[in-house]
């Protein structure tokens, strides 16, 4: 019997686990993909916003070469933290659902059946994109995620979408040789791309080198092209590649089989939890980092949603004292 099964092992995961653990408790991570799987999705060379001791999790120093740190050097500080302090993590192994009761809840996943007395769920938001909802799609030329440009050197791209990773995505790729159309539902580049970045873009666009086309949306998406609703009319652009850099949402009917419960009065559909805590409706269910938001992604981040962790361990310490 485990006093802690944690769901998901992202750097809010871990960051429970290892200071529950501290506290003298029995406790795994469940992950249905690899270790810190939302950071191996990012883009290949991306730079965190965040200066590394924002990062750091468990006390454990995060010295990087560069100011921001890399992707890279995230992957390598939060699995030297998770064989350090030798967690339990199991790898992809899916949680499914939830049932039982606080001391005595019974986790099923998609390797068997697990007991705990307690659960914490950490599952961040990036497996679901927020989707279009635009015939093709589905189609194979149309992604969700962005990797790395050279693929499309000497391609026309459209990239859907004016924040922080849509421009990003826009101007490496821009620079790496391919012909960008950006396409955006607002009337400008976002007020929240970072400082550092928006103006790059801005520049980029009134320089003509990316085209963007601004109050549009997207009506479908052709194996050869992109059909745009403008200002001026119906548009359609020839494409190679799209990325829909929508965004993404937490998996509500995950939450829903576990027991999680909306906050009605929130229109992020945010978890219902005790902040002093984190506790959930259920008692013994605890929901940390990212998840926390809802379908508002910017409102916890890596930075501020590591603080779940000490007061989760603190409550639950207490509690089996
Ligand atoms: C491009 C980009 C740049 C970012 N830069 C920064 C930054 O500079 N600073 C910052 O603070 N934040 C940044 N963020 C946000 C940050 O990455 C996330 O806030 C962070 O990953 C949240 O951690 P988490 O542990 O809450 O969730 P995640 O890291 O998403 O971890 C959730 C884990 O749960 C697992 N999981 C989901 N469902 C199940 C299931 N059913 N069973 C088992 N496991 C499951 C997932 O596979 C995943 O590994 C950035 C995000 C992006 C996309």
């Given amino acids: 019997m485990l006093d802690v099964l944690i769901i998901g092992a992202g750097p809010v995961g871990?960051?429970?686990?290892?200071?529950?653990?501290?506290?003298?408790?029995?406790?795994?991570?469940?992950?249905k993909g690899a270790l810190?799987?939302?950071?191996?999705?990012?883009p290949t060379n991306m730079e965190f916003f965040s200066t590394p001791e924002l990062l750091e999790i468990g006390g454990y120093p995060f010295p990087t070469?560069?100011?921001?740190?890399?992707?890279?050097?995230?992957?390598?500080?939060?699995?030297?933290?998770?064989?350090?302090?030798?967690?339990?993590?199991?790898?992809?192994?899916?949680?499914?659902?939830?049932?039982?009761?606080?001391?005595?809840?019974?986790?099923?996943?998609?390797?068997?059946?697990?007991?705990?007395?307690?659960?914490?769920?950490?599952?961040?938001?990036?497996?679901?994109?927020?989707?279009?909802?635009?015939?093709?799609e589905d189609l194979p030329h149309v992604s969700h995620y962005?990797?790395?440009?050279?693929?499309h050197?000497?391609?026309?791209?459209?990239?859907?979408?004016?924040?922080?990773?849509?421009?990003?995505?826009?101007?490496?790729?821009?620079r790496a040789g391919a012909k960008v159309t950006l396409i955006v539902r607002g009337p400008a580049v976002s007020d929240s791309v970072k400082y550092?970045?928006?103006?790059?873009?801005?520049?980029?666009?009134?320089?003509?080198?990316?085209?963007?086309?601004?109050?549009?949306?997207?009506?479908?998406?052709?194996?050869?092209?992109?059909?745009?609703?403008?200002?001026d009319g119906p548009l359609r652009v020839p494409t190679d590649f799209v990325y829909a850099l929508t965004g993404y949402h937490p998996?509500?009917?995950?939450?829903?089989?576990?027991?999680?419960?909306?906050?009605?009065?929130?229109?992020?559909?945010?978890?219902?939890?005790?902040p002093a805590t984190h506790q959930t409706t259920r008692p013994g269910l605890f929901v940390a980092g990212t998840v926390c938001g809802g379908r508002a992604t910017s409102r916890w981040f890596i930075e501020n949603g590591r603080h779940h962790a000490q007061l989760i361990a603190a409550h639950l310490a207490g509690q089996t004292a």
Avoid at 36 to 41: F, K, R, T
Avoid at 196 to 216: K, M, Q, S
Wanted: glycine share 6%.
């Fill in 14 to 31: 871990l960051a429970c686990a290892l200071e529950t653990q501290r506290k003298g408790l029995k406790v795994a991570i469940i992950e």
């Fill in 36 to 42: 810190v799987n939302s950071l191996v999705g990012y």
């Fill in 65 to 136: 070469a560069h100011y921001k740190p890399l992707r890279e050097d995230a992957l390598d500080y939060y699995q030297r933290v998770a064989r350090d302090e030798k967690l339990d993590v199991r790898l992809h192994e899916k949680v499914l659902k939830l049932e039982g009761e606080q001391g005595n809840f019974i986790i099923t996943t998609s390797k068997g059946e697990i007991p705990t007395r307690n659960v914490i769920v950490a599952t961040g938001f990036y497996d679901l994109p927020n989707l279009l909802g635009v015939p093709g």
């Fill in 146 to 151: 962005y990797k790395e440009p050279y693929q």
């Fill in 153 to 174: 050197v000497l391609q026309n791209v459209v990239v859907i979408g004016a924040k922080n990773s849509s421009a990003k995505a826009a101007l490496q790729m821009t």
């Fill in 196 to 231: 550092w970045i928006r103006p790059d873009l801005v520049n980029r666009i009134a320089e003509g080198r990316i085209t963007a086309h601004f109050n549009t949306t997207v009506t479908a998406i052709t194996p050869e092209a992109i059909e745009v609703l403008t200002p």
């Fill in 251 to 274: 998996d509500e009917a995950l939450l829903g089989r576990l027991g999680v419960q909306p906050d009605p009065d929130d229109e992020a559909c945010a978890p219902l939890f005790d």
